[in-house]
Nanobody
């Protein structure tokens, strides 16, 4: 299972940290990532991190978001800074293990004044 948390309401320019903890059979996933989805649009990749620490970001969040993971805690984080209204979305975490993709429940991030 993947349990995401940390969403909420934040003003433009503010920061939030999302967390996603893996449990059960999801141990030491090959990669973990964050996606987001706005109602009526396709889910898009935001950031991912491999077990070795390599990262990749969507162009729209580069320089503002940072993905990290704590392998000992089987947890991935998304530090979001300089938030913009267009970052408003439901954020989902996922994990890839043995070719299987697992998804967590979404957490809503709203950027608004």
């Amino acid at each position: 299972q993947l349990q995401a948390s940390g969403g909420g309401l934040v003003q433009p320019g503010g920061s939030l940290r999302l967390s996603c903890a893996a449990s059960g059979s999801i141990v030491s996933p090959n990669a973990m990532g964050w996606y987001r989805q706005v109602q009526g649009k396709q889910r898009e990749s935001v950031a991912l991190i491999t077990s070795g620490g390599s990262t990749k970001y969507a162009d729209s969040v580069k320089g503002r978001f940072t993905i990290s993971r704590d392998n000992a805690k089987n947890t991935v984080y998304l530090h979001m800074g300089s938030l913009k209204p267009e970052d408003t979305a439901v954020y989902y975490c996922n994990a890839v293990l043995g070719g299987v993709v697992y998804w967590g429940q979404g957490t809503l991030v709203t950027v608004s004044s």
